[in-house]
């Protein structure tokens, strides 16, 4: 009897000291940042959009016949479709988010750039978010450019070199060119002087020449 009550006390000390587990607390949905209702926004845009090119009139086109015949099924089985595409994209987006843990993440990428900005502002530094957009992609661009800049200005040297070079070769083919036209203006004058030589010379005193000259020509 003893025994059996010690055994009983000894069971009540345990549950004492035991409370068993505590009841799980579900812990509070994160707010959404600004990152997150941006997105939420650019959803709600796109879904809109969506549905704005599936409109009734779309939708006749489909089916001439039944708009015809039986409009008001038709405008009933487009606002059902249109229902059911709204319904079914937002789940699908609430399901993503949900398994990729989208707000946690975007938040925290709030935070992080709120501390950045933050820091930047203390040190007295600019970060790109106090930027314009050109500041920002002008600074991206700007060693591409020069990189640009300077395999042009080598280009524009090689070309400069080519023209000066050709310069040099047109100069010269220009001096042979006038000497030789002044070799041939030369040999015109002499012709021309020549036959004005040999009009005065009678023509009997001429074939004398001519037959005096022949024999020295003919030699080799």
Do not use: W
């Amino acid at each position: 009897m003893d025994m059996e009550l010690v055994h009983n006390n000894s069971e009540v000390d345990i549950m004492r000291e035991d409370p068993g587990p505590e009841p799980e607390v579900e812990a509070e949905p994160e707010e959404e940042g600004p990152r997150m209702t941006r997105l939420r926004g650019i959803l709600s845009k796109s879904l809109q959009e969506t549905l704005k090119a599936c409109n009734y009139n779309a939708i006749q086109e489909c089916f001439p016949v039944l708009a015809t015949t039986n409009p008001d099924e038709l405008h009933e089985a487009h606002e059902k479709v249109c229902q059911f595409l709204k319904v079914e994209v937002e789940n699908e987006f609430g399901q993503i988010i949900e398994e990729r843990n989208v707000i946690f993440k975007l938040n925290g990428l709030d935070r992080l750039i709120a501390d950045a900005k933050a820091k930047g502002i203390i040190a007295g530094s600019r970060t790109i978010l106090d930027l314009s957009p050109d500041v920002v992609v002008r600074a991206r661009t700007v060693p591409t450019k020069e990189a640009e800049i300077e395999r042009l200005k080598a280009e524009l040297e090689q070309v400069r070199q080519d023209n000066r070079r050709l310069g040099s070769a047109l100069t010269h083919a220009k001096a042979e060119h006038t000497a030789i036209k002044f070799e041939i203006l030369e040999s015109y004058n002499q012709f021309q002087e020549g036959t004005k030589i040999a009009s005065y010379i009678p023509i009997n005193d001429m074939e004398e020449l001519m037959d005096d000259a022949l024999p020295h020509i003919q030699e080799p």
